[in-house]
């Protein structure tokens, strides 16, 4: 019998901390949902990043042109 005491009072203990931390999570919805609340009614604050056009060169080597060629006449 007093095993099943002690476990009554180890689930009666279980209850009353889930129970405080349920109260926990109930504040903190509430707290998300006014902050939510006041979001949407701030005005609209466009959040699209802008282009950058940048116009650094770029060298370019053509495959079709030898790199190793010898002038004609050279030699």
């Known amino acids: 019998m007093d095993h099943l005491e002690q ?6 203990e ?3 901390t889930l129970r405080a931390e349920i109260e926990i999570l109930r504040n903190l919805v509430s707290l998300m949902t006014a ?15 802008q282009t950058v056009t940048s116009t650094t060169p770029i ?7 030898p790199q190793h060629a010898m002038l ?3 030699l």
Not at 7 to 12: C, P, S, T, W
Request: aromatic share 8%; hydrophobic share 30%; no cysteine.
């Open 14 to 16: 279980e209850v009353t």
């Open 35 to 49: 902050a939510q609340g006041q979001s949407l009614s701030l005005p609209f604050v466009s959040t699209q990043a």
């Open 72 to 74: 004609e006449g050279y």
């Open 59 to 65: 060298s370019k080597v053509f495959t079709s042109t």
């Open 7 to 12: 476990e009554n009072h180890k689930l009666h």
